[in-house]
């Protein structure tokens, strides 16, 4: 059984990612993590809150022709394939944590810095090659540590001005909903391992009231980047809490 704290938790936390068209992973495994949930479930969890946060913001996305098909495939492909590499990888529970920890801080630095793409480069030709290599580098990492890649995809396409900010978001959502679906099938696939499905039920309904108020709300009002922010602050957070607690076991 869900403690009732942790579903509040994870609706707030699905109602910010979501606004910013991210699914929230990286926080609900920080969350999990601290009540000592069993350590290959902490991933599963994770991935399928993903989904469910980021699947209505996508459509949603797609619906109002935020996403270019052409730039984001490779991306996506790429990413697909190598989030379910990664996630087939057998990882010792002190070696995920310590990675989850660094990659988070990384991320919350990307995130706390990150600028709004004021003139995006809307004439970069697409690069198949530099796509896909961006897309499988992010995939394996998040295929290993449980989340969607987004918090990381994000501000590199920011920083490489690739599109407007809004599509950026656009991307990062779908990229999100692919590497989380080829993460929990590389995960089933390589060690099956039993789930509380009381708990998970409780929490997938728990992200989905979060998730889509924020995607709705989102996509239209917030600013995106005092929401990135914030979400940069919660990410940092949680990498910091997540290394120290484990570096010393």
């Given at each position: 059984?869900?403690?009732?704290?942790i579903?509040l938790?994870?609706?707030?936390?699905?109602?910010?990612?979501?606004?910013?068209?991210?699914?929230?992973?990286?926080?609900y495994?920080?969350?999990?993590a601290?009540y000592?949930?069993?350590?290959?479930?902490?991933?599963l969890i994770?991935?399928?809150?993903?989904?469910?946060?980021?699947?209505g913001?996508?459509?949603?996305f797609?619906?109002h022709?935020e996403?270019?098909?052409?730039?984001?495939i490779p991306?996506?492909?790429?990413?697909l394939i190598?989030s379910?590499?990664g996630?087939?990888l057998k990882?010792?529970?002190?070696?995920f944590?310590?990675?989850?920890?660094?990659?988070?801080i990384i991320?919350?630095?990307?995130?706390?810095?990150?600028?709004?793409?004021s003139?995006p480069d809307l004439?970069?030709?697409t690069?198949?090659?530099?796509?896909?290599?961006l897309?499988?580098?992010?995939?394996?990492?998040?295929?290993?540590?449980?989340?969607?890649g987004g918090?990381?995809?994000?501000?590199?396409?920011?920083?490489?001005?690739w599109?407007t900010?809004?599509?950026?978001a656009?991307?990062?959502?779908?990229?999100?909903?692919?590497?989380?679906?080829?993460?929990?099938t590389?995960?089933?696939q390589?060690?099956p391992?039993?789930?509380?499905y009381?708990?998970l039920?409780?929490m997938?309904?728990?992200?989905?009231i979060?998730?889509?108020a924020?995607s709705?709300?989102?996509?239209f009002?917030l600013n995106q980047?005092?929401i990135?922010?914030?979400t940069?602050?919660?990410?940092l957070?949680?990498g910091?809490e997540?290394?120290?607690?484990?570096?010393h076991n």
């Open positions: 059984m869900a403690h009732p704290e579903l938790w994870f609706c707030i936390i699905a109602f910010i990612y979501a606004s910013v068209g991210f699914g929230g992973g990286s926080s495994i920080a969350i999990l601290l000592s949930l069993p350590f290959k479930e902490l991933r994770a991935l399928i809150c993903n989904i469910i946060v980021v699947a913001g996508t459509i949603l797609i619906q022709k996403i270019k098909w052409r730039k984001v991306l996506v492909i790429s990413g190598m379910f590499l996630a087939q990882l010792s529970e002190k070696f944590f310590v990675l989850l920890g660094c990659s988070l991320a919350g630095i990307l995130l706390c810095f990150e600028r709004k793409t003139q004439e970069m030709k690069k198949p090659l530099r796509e896909s290599i897309g499988g580098s992010i995939g394996l990492l998040s295929g290993m540590v449980g989340i969607g918090i990381f995809l994000s501000p590199l396409l920011n920083l490489m001005k599109d900010s809004k599509k950026i656009a991307t990062a959502s779908l990229f999100i909903l692919v590497n989380s679906i080829g993460g929990i590389g995960q089933l390589s060690d391992f039993p789930v509380d009381n708990r039920w409780m997938a309904l728990a992200v989905f979060g998730g889509q924020g709705r709300i989102g996509i009002k980047q005092v990135k922010k914030l940069g602050v919660l990410v957070a949680a910091i997540i290394l120290l607690r484990h570096l």
